[in-house]
T-cell receptor, first 112, second 116 residues
Framework: GQSLEQPSEVTAVEGAIVQINCTYQTSGFYGLSWYQQHDGGAPTFLSYNALDGLEETGRFSSFLSRSDSYGYLLLQELQMKDSASYFCAVRDLGTGANNLFFGTGTRLTVIP | ETGVTQSPTHLIKTRGQQVTLRCSSQSGHNTVSWYQQALGQGPQFIFQYYREEENGRGNFPPRFSGLQFPNYSSELNVNALELDDSALYLC???????????????FGPGTRLTVT
């Protein structure tokens, strides 16, 4: 089976840096993704790590350590529009499909 | 490039009824996955369709069924609705499950289903 753990809520100040952690337990590991979802909106893809290390995309970076079954999403220069829920997800090939298994999400609130 | 669309946006049904939700995939994508998202939770995988065949299923009962059409659009059908079926239903399109970049799924805005 799969399980993902991430903090339920994080609050940070506009302009600051915030890190959202994710630890996982999977029967097989095929990559860790991060998605952003604003209230009432669709999840949107942010990043994907299949190998150890840091991936950077603009203000967002994602890190993976397969030996620690751990990853994080780093958001820099926080803006008010970054207030949203952030989900880590692993590829789940156990169902026969190439689907995603999501964590319960971290609600990020950016304050002025 | 046309994004993923879903209809209807909102729906209210009574327990025991049946419902059909629709999804049009992003152009160039032949794979559609359906997810159920309860309030305050992450999306949960229902099933996936690839080239009009079911290509894997999550832990949902058989009263959740689906179809994919030759244009890769898809339907989710739920029979004998229960109160716990109230949720946001998301569809996501992607490239073939065998493509290296198929990890990136493009979600539609969802259908909010309320069962009373």
């Amino acid at each position: 089976g799969q399980s993902l753990e991430q903090p339920s809520e994080v609050t940070a100040v506009e302009g600051a840096i915030v890190q959202i952690n994710c630890t996982y337990q999977t029967s097989g590991f095929y990559g860790l993704s991060w998605y952003q979802q604003h209230d009432g909106g669709a999840p949107t893809f942010l990043s994907y790590n299949a190998l150890d290390g840091l991936e950077e995309t603009g203000r967002f970076s994602s890190f993976l350590s397969r030996s620690d079954s751990y990853g994080y999403l780093l958001l820099q220069e926080l803006q008010m529009k970054d207030s949203a829920s952030y989900f880590c997800a692993v590829r789940d090939l156990g169902t026969g499909a190439n689907n995603l298994f999501f964590g319960t999400g971290t609600r990020l609130t950016v304050i002025p | 490039e046309t994004g993923v669309t879903q209809s209807p946006t909102h729906l209210i049904k009574t327990r025991g009824q049946q419902v059909t939700l629709r999804c049009s995939s992003q152009s160039g994508h032949n794979t559609v996955s359906w997810y159920q998202q309860a309030l305050g939770q992450g999306p949960q995988f229902i099933f996936q369709y690839y080239r009009e065949e079911e290509n894997g299923r999550g832990n949902f009962p058989p009263r959740f069924s689906g179809l994919q059409f030759p244009n890769y659009s898809s339907e989710l059908n739920v029979n004998a609705l229960e109160l716990d079926d109230s949720a946001l239903y998301l569809c996501a399109s992607s490239l073939s499950p065998f493509e290296p970049s198929s990890y990136e799924q493009y979600f539609g805005p969802g259908t909010r289903l309320t069962v009373t």
